[in-house]
């Protein structure tokens, strides 16, 4: 079935610790994106990539960091974890830049920063 | 700055009409999206608009004024299913999406 999958589901991790969440997308898109969405605000762009081996910093960069090898991944890692990071991560993708497009947005991963 | 408003929350029944306005001041604007969100999910596209007027599409409907900086979404015949948020997301002119904080709707039967 053509989509995003987002791994893991959920984590609770410690502060301090680094974590990697994983963004996979079959849809051959070329713009993928993160964003964080806490209570009462709207969607926060983190990191995004244009195309594989571009990316670039959103609204909310700071303690993120992301890679893109090839078209399909779109990792995004937390160097070094803080409380402010619990957060429910989503990863979205479109079919192109420059024109806007609707996102396709993954299931999502609930993280926990203790 | 970016600022886009809507409602915190709306209530309204079954088999009804309900209206949720979004506003926005944004640096430049390259269209307006509409999207639902059920609890715990992930959002999904509902409509884009880039021209002024009313875009229909079964029972929901999407409206634009670029002038006023105003968008609402309109539900028709309202099901318990539509119970969930709807946010409204701006394209600037960097080509990139400003959200909304959402609006949650709640349908009592």
């Known amino acids: 079935i053509a989509g995003i999958t987002q791994a893991p589901t959920s984590q609770i991790l410690a502060a301090g610790r680094r974590m990697t969440l994983r963004c996979t997308q079959d849809?051959?898109?070329?713009?993928m994106y993160w964003y964080r969405q806490d209570l009462g605000l709207g969607l926060r762009l983190i990191h995004y990539?244009?195309?594989?081996?571009?990316?670039g910093k959103g609204e909310v960069p700071d303690g993120y960091s992301v890679s893109r090898a090839n078209t399909d991944d779109f990792p995004l890692t937390l160097a070094s974890a803080v409380p402010s990071q619990t957060s429910v991560y989503f990863c979205?993708?479109?079919?192109?830049?420059?024109?806007?497009?609707?996102?396709?947005f993954g299931p999502g991963t609930r993280l926990t920063v203790l | 700055g970016q600022n886009i408003d809507q409602p915190t929350e709306m209530t309204a029944t079954e088999g009804a009409i309900v209206q949720i306005n979004c506003t926005y001041q944004?640096?430049?604007?390259?269209?307006l999206f509409w999207y639902q969100q059920h609890a715990g999910e992930a959002p999904t596209f509902l409509s884009y608009n880039v021209l002024d007027g009313l875009e229909e599409k079964g029972r929901f409907s999407s409206f634009l004024s670029r002038s006023k900086g105003y968008s609402y979404l309109l539900l028709k015949e309202l099901q318990m299913k539509d119970s969930a948020s709807y946010l409204c997301?701006?394209?600037?002119?960097?080509?990139?999406?400003?959200w909304g904080a959402g609006t949650k709707l709640i349908i009592k039967p």
């Open positions: 997301a701006v394209v600037d002119s960097n080509y990139q999406l400003i």
């Open positions: 979205a993708s479109s079919d192109g830049t420059g024109d806007p497009k609707q996102q396709f």
């Open positions: 990539s244009n195309t594989a081996g571009t990316t």
């Open positions: 849809m051959r898109h070329n713009a």
């Open positions: 944004t640096s430049g604007f390259n269209g």
